[in-house]
């Protein structure tokens, strides 16, 4: 192949702060939709940035089973949950597309901060000894696109793109070089993060590249 071959997008998928499937999101940006507003998923008193674009209202057992969720980060359950949607808008949930010609490419900046907020809190607090078995595997860069993989059967190349702010786009673009190489058929491919903890938002306060000036109006803050 050479990279004048035709690459289409076929199916989308999306868990995001405006909706968590295509429909609800695409409904809320046309419709001027904001989703920043206080932060919730944590106690906001002690950054400067109190506000931030939480996901709502995501119900991981639509996708896989609760008890299996457990073993998963946030970050690994949005990319399991989009990829999913995305896998079945395709077309192709059917197995008419050989396993082995499947690929994942999937980019994100960061990984399980959450994992890595309550590891750092038994440590200091209860020792070594208490840390939880799945520490690692939950928290690792490459646990969204190892997991899609199993979960939809890809048996190609399975890669993580890391590269801050650029992760889900760089993602895209080799995802688009290994089709065109000649390498994969099909390619699982986007971008996952959830990094709205008070450590994450704490160090991005510090380096002063959050607004304050949206703390009591944070409808205001994307428009």
Not at 30 to 47: L, Y
Not at 137 to 149: F, Y
Not at 190 to 209: D, H, L, N, P, R
Request: charged share 25%.
């Amino acid at each position: 192949m050479s990279d004048k071959t035709k690459v289409m997008i076929t199916g989308l998928g999306v868990i995001s702060p405006v909706g968590n499937t295509v429909e609800e999101m695409w409904t809320s940006i046309r419709n001027g939709v904001c989703g920043i507003g206080r932060t919730t998923k944590f106690d906001p008193s002690r950054v400067d940035a109190k506000i931030s674009a939480e996901v709502k209202n995501f119900d991981i057992a639509k996708y896989v089973d609760p008890k299996e969720a457990r073993r998963m980060a946030l970050f690994t359950q949005y990319a399991l949950a989009a990829a999913k949607q995305a896998w079945q808008d395709a077309g192709i949930a059917d197995g008419s597309v050989d396993p082995e010609r499947v690929s994942v490419m999937i980019g994100n900046g960061i990984g399980g901060a959450e994992i890595d907020d309550e590891g750092y809190k038994i440590l200091h607090e209860r020792g070594p000894g208490r840390l939880s078995p799945m520490l690692i595997p939950k928290l690792i860069a490459n646990e969204a696109a190892g997991n899609v993989s199993i979960a939809l059967n890809a048996k190609g190349a399975v890669h993580t793109v890391v590269t801050a702010c650029a992760s889900g786009t760089d993602a895209l673009g080799l995802a688009l070089d290994l089709i065109r190489s000649g390498r994969a058929d099909v390619v699982i491919a986007g971008g996952t993060e959830a990094t709205i903890t008070e450590y994450c938002v704490g160090g991005f306060c510090s380096m002063k590249a959050l607004s304050t000036k949206y703390n009591d109006t944070p409808e205001k803050a994307c428009r």
